[in-house]
């Protein structure tokens, strides 16, 4: 399929996503959304495909969602189209998504990064939410994924004073895994995927999916679910060829069943 405002490509089994509206420092309009979901949707139905990559470009991840498009818009316009109901589609989507974070990932940019399983930033890359400058708060889960990544003070912090943040404090306060030279961010995001994707997969989307109910779960019931779906991968073959191969001091050879 053709793509106007993002590049794909497969690197092995990682899918990547370039967001491809340089002009506009990957501004996401609806239309630049809607080709990010259809790219992710086409890769988790993908049996070639195990994870996935976004990236942007080395000024800018995604510089917010798109401002013009904003213009005179009214509540009854959003309300009544759900504005920003597509950004909610990232989260249903089962194969691991890396963001590799070079630039400006701000507002709905640094949303769609905090979307995404992982995050990987160049030293160069710039965070924030700064919403509020416009009159409006986050609209993407900012105000809800950043409290859980970085705690409520620098979350207010951040919100409510709409200052950047640098890949380095990111990284400190535990948002981004790893601060990159502005130039291997990309590959190492591929070559995490490629790891990841060198697994037993189904293992692979129990473990996000598992992870992803602490977000939503009291501990203890977030405890039961991930005893549930541990005794569900004894269904497994690649269970016994995993602990197998261990016994044996050999290779896993994996079928993904
Ligand atoms: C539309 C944008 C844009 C955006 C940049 N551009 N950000 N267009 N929406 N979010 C456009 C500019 O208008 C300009 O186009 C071109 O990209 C280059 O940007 P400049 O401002 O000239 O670049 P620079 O001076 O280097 O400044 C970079 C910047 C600044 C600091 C990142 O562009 C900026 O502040 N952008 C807005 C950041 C922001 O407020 N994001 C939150 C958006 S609200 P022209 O045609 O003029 O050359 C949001 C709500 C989320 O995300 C709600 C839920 C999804």
Redesign the pocket.
Known sequence: KDYHDILIESHGKVGLITLNRP???N??SSHLFHEINSALEKYDEDPNISTIVITGNER?FA??????E?VGKSFADVYKTAF?GH?GKINDIRKPVIAAVNG?A????C?LAMSCDIIYAGEKAVFGQ??I??G?I???G?TQRLVRAIGKSKAMEIVLSGRNFTAKEAEQWGLVSKVLPVDKVLDEAIKLGQEIASLSQPSIQAAKESINRAFELSLKEGCHFERKLFYSLFALKDKEEGIDAFVKKRDPKWTDE
């Open positions: 002009k506009a420092l501004a996401l800018a510089a917010g969602a798109d401002i013009k904003m920003l950004w400006f701000l507002g709905g940019g949303e700064p919403e400058k416009l409006i986050p609209g993407a900012g």
